[in-house]
T-cell receptor, first 110, second 117 residues
């Protein structure tokens, strides 16, 4: 079945440093979504990427979808303490179901 | 944005009892809802897809007789953990696409932390 790998599992940064999490699928995806889950909270939708090579920005967050539609990344520029949480990618395959990556937990030291 | 309400947020029960978790879409009709299980510091594992007016679709390895799903209306899906045991202790969370389309973003409930003694 479809597998979605996400790395790194944990990332500790100093406030102001950049952060990137990577997502790789074993199969070609129809789309990929990114979610953020704060400690003790529930996942909140950030963005959806659909097109090959697509790049979208939300303020300090940049999302990319690979040309082969099998990988994606989320990059945060100049992290802030409000960025802490676990970031999940969710890849949707041909069967229509989304598979979540294992998540990357970001901690930011002030 | 769309709101999904999940209740209860936390439940502690004795081994052998059954626990019902409700997931409601407050401002949209949800023909489909998803139920997940999440262990501490781990990802969301899809358990089943709840379909209004029809049987739920369970993922491989999920016991349908253990985790009963009912989606009796367009705004309510319930997950009942029957004869709960300590190994069923986990964070259970539901989600729904507000438009009903499978490729739409998901709105999540706030989750239910189940602890079985």
């Amino acid at each position: 079945g479809q597998q979605v790998m996400q790395i790194p599992q944990y990332q500790h940064v100093q406030e102001g440093e950049d952060f990137t999490t990577y997502c790789n699928s074993s199969t070609t995806l129809s789309n990929i979504q990114w979610y953020k889950q704060r400690p003790g909270g529930h996942p909140v939708f950030l963005i959806q990427l659909v097109k090959s090579g697509e790049v979208k920005k939300q303020k300090r967050l940049t999302f990319q979808f690979g040309e082969a539609k099998k990988n994606s990344s989320l990059h945060i520029t100049a992290t802030q303490t409000t960025d802490v949480g676990t970031y999940f990618c969710a890849g949707r395959g041909g069967a229509g179901k989304s598979t979540f990556g294992d998540g990357t937990t970001l901690t930011v030291k002030p | 944005g769309a709101v999904v309400s999940q209740h209860p947020s936390r439940v502690i029960c004795k081994s052998g009892t059954s626990v019902k978790i409700e997931c409601r879409s407050l401002d949209f009709q949800a023909t489909t809802m998803f139920w997940y299980r999440q262990f501490p510091k781990q990802s969301l594992m899809l358990m089943a897809t709840s379909n209004e007016g029809s049987k739920a679709t369970y993922e491989q390895g999920v016991e349908k007789d253990k985790f009963l799903i009912n989606h009796a209306s367009l705004t309510l899906s319930t997950l009942t953990v029957t004869s709960a045991h300590p190994e069923d202790s986990s964070f259970y969370i539901c989600s729904a696409p507000p438009s009903g389309r499978m490729n739409e973003k998901l709105f999540f409930g706030s989750g239910t932390q189940l602890s079985v003694l």
